[in-house]
């Protein structure tokens, strides 16, 4: 069934296979040999869903030949949460809080495209300092997916001071988020129209500052890490994903551009005011962990930069639409007009209605294309949500990455795919 | 003191025994203080404070960490073979707590009339049982994963078996050198040997290298913690193991750690010589500079794998341990 990569004859370690290594059916499920089992040679063990690194609560059953992983399940759905079920319960804007809820840790990105799919349906205009203010943090949430990322994966093998390290940077980003939306996480700062509220006084200062510093947190990372015969040991040449495979494993974001697919939602279907700053999206063709991970580091860079655009371009102006059929009246208004009060109190009660249609509304979240499918039949509630999850998708590829791993590498494996079983499981 | 002054002065048996039971107080002293200490250590390396909150500064931890481990509801896996299971860790300690015994700290001192020598038992083949011992420790590691049942034990069981044994053969050769440079295997005679060439750190440092990573694979530690891997094996070989026995097998790793480290100052790093300061903080000083380094490693390095751990005992670490003992031997019978 499956292909061995071909060697490099210096390094003896596996180099990118050209083609694809996955049989006509597309294995969720990587079968152990009978001969093996017939021999008794193989160890069942189940992996998760309570293990130190599943992140979160996903179950491998995985067959041993060894240390050598021969068979693989994936079981999923130990949080599946009925997110979608339960937004097509609730009135648009009280749903949009629930989006976030699914990934804990993009949870701004989950928010966005909820958003989004309800602006698109409405048809609405969103003035451009909330454009630019979603943007940013877009870009701080996907620096802030990637460093708890770099943190754990480090954590997996072994490293565990880049734990720490990484958990510094992110409490500075929490406190950003704090600031712009009083909670740490699951801010709910995106609505339908633009913000919650407006930017507060000090924002860009304290946001510049952290730009200034975090260049040269990443350098420290790098610096502990790539420079460290053990962690290139324990990631090149592991976990191979050609970009064949990635392609017909439907993979998006950091793991698809890891195999050397040049593919980014933000440059090829520009939104937010991704159009108008200036980034290059890394590519690395070797497909393993390793290539992920500078992926994923140099992502964290070209965020920086792009926060740092958004600082310097952020335009004057409001920051939600006045459009009142959709958006709370200014709260100073309900004493003194009587036709602000009729609005706030059928926003509140009955919500906004959203005229009928269907839309997809796909992004870039830090783990990849992340989409959300509504309907709406015209009434307050979405008919139907549905999304797109990356981390869902992305455990499609881990038995074809996994096939003949150690379980050291199968940790490294996992580490690297990034997936939030919250998303995967909803 | 020569060792002729000191042959001349025979310890009357009780004093050992006192000694016995001072000095293994006093390991599992510094062995709780170590735990301290560590988590400290690696709490200021992880931007984080580390234990405070027990006592001063922190510094009840481990006694209140004792208590909590003696309250534990002893419980063991119903399929585990039981006595195995409740041995595997009293050997552990055992073997980790009785290699101390040979360990020098001191010339030795005359304290109201009675010869004091500077160790517990002054035997000829000092180094030798202090391999043995660790030989034999292995065993605890690798029968109680096995006897309790559990997968991962049993994985963790097998990493031992596997890692422990092959650089078990690497840290016999590594110490070679040091054997063949002193003439003994007498770890009193060593220490002599030292004050009157060199530390043998300085002509015997690939040997030094050899034997820091063979101990620290040895003991169990980062980047070597394979048996126990925690974010592949859940806790390896004493996943099954709560309560104090989880203690005991703790309480070997740290011993083992110390008593390698002992073992490490007096082979390389003259023992307990040194200027001005007692002869037993001397020791001490260096004792903690090698376990301080042991600690830095863990917050440092990344774990290896199972494949590079075997590959690079068995292609790397063995072979310069061989030459260098050959080289030793050569240069020593040239000169």
């Not at chain 1, 499920?29 to 193989?42: F, H, N, Q, T």
């Not at chain 1, 989006?99 to 909820?114: G, I, K, L, T």
């Not at chain 1, 919500?351 to 009928?356: K, L, M, Q, T, W």
């Not at chain 2, 590691?141 to 096995?146: D, E, I, L, P, R």
């Amino acid at each position: 069934m499956a292909i061995a990569p071909a060697r490099d004859p210096l390094t003896n370690r596996p180099r990118i296979y050209e083609g694809s290594r996955i049989p006509e059916r597309v294995p969720t499920i990587l079968e152990v040999d009978p001969v093996l089992r017939e021999e008794g040679d193989i160890l069942e063990i189940n992996f998760g869903p309570n293990h130190p690194s599943t992140h979160g609560v996903l179950r491998l059953i995985i067959q041993l030949n060894g240390e050598r992983v021969v068979g693989l399940e994936a079981v999923i759905g130990y949080l599946h949460t009925g997110f979608e079920k339960n937004m097509e319960a609730k009135t648009y804007w009280k749903a949009i809080t629930y989006a976030p809820r699914m990934d804990y840790v993009a949870y701004q990105a989950n928010e966005y495209v909820f958003v989004a799919a309800i602006e698109k349906l409405l048809q609405m205009e969103i003035p451009p300092k909330a454009t630019w203010m979603r943007t940013l943090m877009l870009e701080l949430n996907r620096l802030h997916s990637h460093l708890v990322w770099l943190g754990t994966g480090a954590l997996e093998l072994g490293a565990v001071s880049m734990f720490w390290y990484c958990f510094r940077e992110r409490d500075a980003i929490l406190d950003l988020f704090e600031m712009v939306g009083g909670a740490r996480m699951h801010t709910r700062y995106f609505q339908a129209g633009g913000l919650a509220e407006d930017i507060p006084i000090g924002f860009y200062e304290e946001c510049q500052r952290f730009c200034d510093t975090m260049p040269a947190r990443i350098d420290e990372y790098e610096g502990m890490l790539d420079g460290q015969a053990i962690f290139l040991e324990r990631t090149k040449g592991v976990g191979l994903l050609s970009a064949a495979d990635a392609v017909a494993l439907g993979q998006s974001g950091p793991v698809l551009r890891a195999s050397g697919v040049d593919w980014d939602i933000r440059r090829s279907e520009p939104y937010l005011a991704y159009d108008d700053v200036d980034f290059d999206v890394p590519v690395e063709a070797d497909g393993d962990v390793y290539a992920r991970y500078r992926v994923r580091m140099r992502e964290m860079r070209e965020s920086v930069r792009i926060v740092q655009q958004c600082l310097d371009g952020m335009p004057e102006g409001p920051w939600i639409a006045d459009e009142r059929k959709v958006v709370l009246p200014p709260r100073h208004e309900l004493h003194t007009s009587m036709e602000s009060l009729i609005h706030h109190f059928k926003l509140v009660t009955e919500g906004y209605r959203v005229p009928e249609g269907e839309v997809y509304v796909p992004i870039e979240s830090p783990r990849g294309e992340l989409g959300c499918y509504l309907v709406s039949d015209g009434g307050p509630r979405p008919w139907r949500v549905r999304f797109r999850t990356p981390s869902y998708v992305v455990l499609q590829a881990a038995p074809t990455a996994m096939s003949n791993a150690l379980i050291a590498d199968l940790i490294a494996i996992v580490a690297s795919l990034d997936n939030v079983m919250g998303e995967a499981d909803r | 003191m020569t060792p002729a002054l000191a042959q001349a002065l025979v310890e009357p048996w009780w004093i050992s025994v006192i000694k016995a039971f001072v000095i293994a107080n006093l390991v599992l002293g510094t062995f709780a203080y170590l735990t301290v200490v560590e988590r400290k250590l690696l709490g200021r390396m992880h931007l984080r404070y580390g234990p405070n909150r027990v006592g001063p500064f922190g510094l009840l931890q481990p006694i209140a960490d004792l208590m909590k481990l003696l309250r534990k509801a002893s419980f063991f896996p119903k399929g585990a073979v039981t006595m195995l299971y409740i041995l595997a860790p009293i050997l552990a300690a055992f073997t980790a707590i009785s290699a101390f015994a040979v360990i020098p700290f001191g010339p030795g001192w005359e304290i109201g009339g009675y010869y004091v020598a500077g160790q517990i038992v002054d035997v000829s083949i000092a180094l030798l049982l202090i391999l043995a011992l660790s030989a034999v420790g292995i065993y605890a590691f690798v029968v109680g994963g096995w006897a309790s049942d559990s997968k991962y034990s049993l994985l963790g069981s097998m990493r031992t078996c596997a890692q422990l044994v092959s650089y078990e053969v690497s840290f016999g050769l590594a110490v070679l050198g040091v054997v063949i440079m002193a003439g003994s295997l007498r770890l009193t005679e060593i220490v002599a040997a030292q004050q009157e060439q060199i530390w043998f750190v300085v002509p015997q440092l690939v040997g030094f290298l050899c034997f820091f990573v063979a101990g620290v694979a040895e003991t169990n530690r980062a980047p070597f913690d394979l048996p126990e891997a925690e974010q592949e094996l859940v806790a390896g070989y004493h996943t099954e193991y709560g309560g104090i026995r989880w203690g005991m097998f703790q309480m070997s790793e740290y011993i083992n750690m110390l008593t390698f480290s002992a073992l490490g100052v007096t082979l390389f790093f003259g023992g307990w010589s040194g200027p001005i300061l007692p002869a037993p903080i001397w020791f001490l000083l260096k004792l903690g500079a090698l376990i301080f380094v042991f600690m830095w490693l863990r917050a440092t390095l990344p774990r290896l794998r199972y494949d590079q751990l075997m590959k690079f005992g068995w292609k790397v670490l063995l072979p310069v341990a061989t030459l260098n003992a050959i080289a030793t031997a050569v240069l020593v019978t040239i000169f």
